[in-house]
T-cell receptor, first 114, second 112 residues
């Protein structure tokens, strides 16, 4: 079975532009998570979906960041008016049912804002 | 507050044991994890321990938990070159039961 996949693997954009990052979770996993990993740091939680709804978005740094999961499977993380400080690896994870179920991580999207 | 701390670097000789240490602050932690990250690869869950356990062993890996001191360690026996990676200590909190709090990672390098 396929693991969590993320596209694109790398994204280079200019300051002020809009970007979308996509995550395909493991089939059948109801919970989906986004994390951000800056250079030399551990991943930081952004948002958690249970099904189609955001159960916890407390990690989103500001209103330029938004994520959706309209059909309860694929999720898109959207960043408006990108800033250089947004440069990081954006990781997606999924788990079977949320809670304390094991989270399986994708390879990440490396975002570079010039 | 929520904080997980670990040392940044560890260098060991091939064949020796590696011990990576971690401290956490939140006493409501229910599960504690060790993840491995190799260059260009995603995070791989190595092992986890439930907070009511003191020790867990899985082949070359031994996890020790001292809940009183909020100290977690990962011991890798007979360290091999393939063990070179960044190791992240992480906790999942009882209150949130969803988001994982990660440490900054310990880079393990193996010398011949």
């Amino acid at each position: 079975g396929a693991g969590v996949s993320q596209t694109p693997s790398n994204k280079v954009t200019e300051k002020g532009k809009y970007v979308e990052l996509r995550c395909d979770p493991i089939s059948g996993h109801t919970a989906l998570y986004w994390y951000r990993q800056s250079l030399g740091q551990g991943p930081e939680f952004l948002i958690y979906f249970q099904g189609t709804g955001a159960a916890d978005d407390s990690g989103l740094p500001n209103d330029r960041f938004f994520a959706v999961r309209p059909e309860g499977s694929v999720s898109t993380l959207k960043i408006q008016r990108t800033e250089r400080g947004d440069s990081a690896v954006y990781l997606c994870a999924s788990s079977l049912a949320g809670g304390k179920e094991t989270q399986y991580f994708g390879p990440g999207t490396r975002l570079l804002v010039l | 507050g929520e904080d997980v701390e670990q040392s940044l670097f560890l260098s060991v000789r091939e064949g020796d044991s590696s011990v990576i240490n971690c401290t956490y602050t939140d006493s409501s932690s229910t599960y504690l994890y060790w993840y491995k990250q190799e260059p260009g690869a995603g995070l791989q869950l190595l092992t986890y321990i439930f907070s009511n356990m003191d020790m867990k062993q899985d082949q070359r890996l031994t996890v020790l938990l001292n809940k009183k001191d909020k100290h977690l360690s990962l011991r890798i026996a007979d360290t091999q070159t393939g063990d070179s990676a960044i190791y992240f200590c992480a906790e999942i909190l009882g209150s949130s039961a969803s988001k994982i709090i990660f440490g900054s990672g310990t880079r393990l390098s193996i010398r011949p």
